[in-house]
T-cell receptor
Framework: DTGVSQDPRHKITKRGQNVTFRCDPI?????LYWYRQTLGQGPEFLTYFQNEAQLEKSRLLSDRFSAERPKGSFSTLEIQRTEQGDSAMYLC????????????FGPGTRLTVL | GQQLNQSPQSMFIQEGEDVSMNCTSS?????WLWYKQDPGEGPVLLIALYKAGELTSNGRLTAQFGITRKDSFLNISASIPSDVGIYFCAGQSPIQGAQKLVFGQGTRLTINP
């Protein structure tokens, strides 16, 4: 399958723990995006990368959140000292870059903070 | 932040009926996209619209980019059970930045067989 993949699909953690999610984009795509989706809402933009450079971060991305894309391929999203309000679906998307506007989403990682 | 308003929030229809939903904004968008999301999965791209007035079809789906650049609609003809899900509009705004997508809150479609 050549779509966007995310790991893990589900994560249950206790408040205060750190968690890390991984996203593997479509192989020829050089833009990678992270979104967060809470129940009953549409996805909300968190950050995006052009190759390995992180070019934009939302105000939603507090200092407990950090994202990396070290070699311009896969990306990780880490949340430190998780809070119950962090419970959400974390979605990764990729796009071809250039003038391409279509973003293709992975299946998401469902985070539950107890 | 900027928001897209989708209506209706939910629809209950009979199999075989046509469906229409729309998305509006108080400001202009450069691009409109429509996605469908099934429970526990990520959104799947259905249709992308690139310029004002554009009308695009994908099988039983038809979408239009409003002439004012502030709205878009999606029609589904002859609905079938697998059309059940949540439909999201999304747009790219010249104000918010070219790369991020702004999403509506979704229209939940339920089909009675």
């Amino acid at each position: 399958d050549t779509g966007v993949s995310q790991d893990p699909r589900h994560k249950i953690t206790k408040r205060g723990q750190n968690v890390t999610f991984r996203c593997d984009p479509i192989s020829e795509h050089n833009r990678l995006y992270w979104y967060r989706q809470t129940l009953g809402q549409g996805p909300e933009f968190l950050t995006y990368f052009q190759n390995e450079a992180q070019l934009e971060k939302s105000r939603l991305l507090s200092d407990r959140f950090s994202a990396e894309r070290p070699k311009g391929s896969f990306s990780t999203l880490e949340i430190q000292r998780t809070e119950q309000g962090d419970s959400a679906m974390y979605l990764c998307a990729s796009s071809l870059g250039g003038t391409a506007v279509e973003q293709f989403f992975g299946p998401g990682t469902r985070l539950t903070v107890l | 932040g900027q928001q897209l308003n989708q209506s209706p929030q939910s629809m209950f229809i009979q199999e075989g009926e046509d469906v229409s939903m729309n998305c509006t904004s108080s400001s202009i968008f450069n691009t409109w996209l429509w996605y469908k999301q099934d429970p526990g999965e990520g959104p799947v791209l259905l249709i992308a619209l690139y310029k004002a007035g554009e009308l695009t079809s994908n099988g039983r789906l038809t979408a239009q980019f409003g002439i004012t650049r502030k709205d878009s609609f999606l029609n589904i003809s002859a609905s079938i059970p697998s059309d059940v899900g949540i439909y999201f509009c999304a747009g790219q705004s010249p104000i918010q930045g070219a790369q991020k997508l702004v999403f509506g809150q979704g229209t939940r479609l339920t089909i009675n067989p």
